[in-house]
Nanobody
Framework: QVQLVESGGGLVQPGGSLRLSCALS????????MAWYRQAPGLQRDLVAS???????NYADSVKGRFTISRDNAKNTVYLQMNSLKSDDTAVYYC???????????WGQGTQVTVSA
């Protein structure tokens, strides 16, 4: 029932910017805490940023000051604004939804972000 559809990935030069979007369908969006994870080749899937239904945000140290997570409850969408991109940011980025009460967990399909000159 719950689906997460991601968009906005692509190829960008170092220092550039990209904005990822993730739209939730099939349930009430503000019942979910949302997050972005990423996974580079050969590495674990790591938390990049999270945001609660009350708009409390947290960031991994590696992206703090460069990335901004936000949500638009009216559009059932969470965003990740990525600035000052570095080659180390290259990864598949995954949207995640965690239900506040049931703790059910859902994943998007992933979107590739490649930072390269």
């Amino acid at each position: 029932q719950v689906q997460l559809v991601e968009s906005g990935g692509g190829l960008v030069q170092p220092g550039g910017s990209l904005r990822l979007s993730c739209a939730l369908s099939g349930n009430i969006f503000n019942m979910y805490n949302m997050a972005w994870y990423r996974q580079a080749p050969g590495l674990q899937r790591d938390l990049v940023a999270s945001i609660t239904s009350g708009n409390s945000a947290n960031y991994a140290d590696s992206v703090k000051g460069r990335f901004t997570i936000s949500r638009d409850n009216a559009k059932n969408t969470v965003y990740l604004q990525m600035n000052s991109l570095k080659s180390d940011d290259t990864a598949v980025y995954y949207c995640n939804a965690l239900h506040r009460y049931t703790r059910n967990n859902y994943w998007g399909q992933g979107t590739q972000v490649t930072v390269s000159a």
